[in-house]
């Protein structure tokens, strides 16, 4: 056994827990397995990521999670091995802030669209009305990416996992990553899918191309923007007053919402079969005003 197993590995004159340790209630290996990495999802949000998480204690890993070090090293005989279920851990989005829908953003898209139901009378304000959503989501969108340590933290995985060696955990990150993405893909094209439909408009048929495709690239040009934040603070800052897309009035508009919009709105066309009186208008804003409506 090398000297570093030997190091990482719990020895059998490892003296008996005395005080508190003594007196602390028995956790099943699933509880502590969950405490630990909970603990150490914490720490690495907290103080950003490396891929070798060097800057990761494993004993003070074991500290915050409170649980004994016996059942640590029964889960896990080497450190090297929780660590490569950290790094899973974190590819799957296992924080609350990434795996979760937003309540907020949902309510938000609610209330534009019935402050400008008016909007909804001619073709090109309903477009119109498209990219007022997307100019405010936008918004809204890059700055819970750019102030969460937790997607700072998966973006920066997503960056740097190929620097992992060759062999099962890269492939098993790797494949985590894809799925995390393509949950949030799931979630972002069925809400464009959604309020699109509401608003009587369509996907461009001769584009041949899906609500899936457009969530894609719309998530990519905001993720890539908050990557280049930190160097470019102009990115949260710059604003241009101007109509891009026919509104009544010309509006402040961000860097990641001209962006999102100009993807967006290339895509999507009033959709002909769709006519709209007081009737049509109405029910928009009974779907709107109803408590059960999402966008998923």
């Known amino acids: 056994m090398s000297q570093r197993e030997e190091a990482g590995k719990v020895g059998s004159d490892t003296p008996a827990p005395t005080g508190a340790a003594r007196r602390r209630r028995r956790l099943s290996d699933e509880q502590t397995e969950q405490r630990m990495l909970s603990a150490a999802l914490d720490m690495v949000n907290s103080a950003g990521l490396t891929v070798s998480l060097d800057h990761i204690s494993f004993e003070d890993v074991i500290r915050d999670a409170g649980v004994s070090r016996s059942a640590v090293y029964r889960r896990w005989p080497y450190k090297d091995l929780f660590f490569s279920d950290l790094l899973k851990a974190l590819a799957r989005g296992a924080s609350p802030a990434i795996g979760g829908g937003n309540a907020d953003a949902v309510e938000n ?35 819970t990416f750019h102030r969460s340590a ?15 060696p060759a062999g099962d955990l890269r492939t098993e990150v790797e494949q985590a990553l894809a799925a995390s993405d393509a949950a949030l893909n799931t979630r972002v094209a069925a809400a464009y899918q959604r309020v699109t439909e509401l608003i009587g408009l369509r996907l461009r048929p001769e584009l041949d191309t899906s609500f899936h495709d457009i969530a894609t690239l719309a998530t990519a040009i905001i993720r890539g923007l908050v990557v280049m934040a930190p160097a470019n603070p102009d990115i949260t800052t710059r604003h241009v007053h101007a109509n891009p897309f026919a509104a009544p009035d010309a509006a402040d508009w961000s860097q990641p919402a001209l962006g999102m919009a100009a993807v967006v709105m290339t895509f999507v066309e009033p959709d002909p079969a769709v006519t709209w009186d007081d009737d049509r208008i109405a029910a928009v804003r009974a779907t709107l005003e109803s408590p059960t409506w999402t966008m998923t």
């Not at 898209?109 to 498209?130: F, G, S």
């Not at 933290?153 to 740097?160: G, S, V």
Request: no cysteine.
């Open 109 to 143: 898209v609610r209330q534009i669209m019935l402050d400008h139901l008016d909007w909804l009378r001619t073709p090109d304000t309903r477009r119109a009305l498209a990219a007022e959503v997307l100019r405010q989501g936008a918004r809204s969108e890059f700055e």
């Open 150 to 164: 937790e997607w700072r933290t998966y973006f920066a995985l997503q960056a740097t996992f190929l620097s992992l």
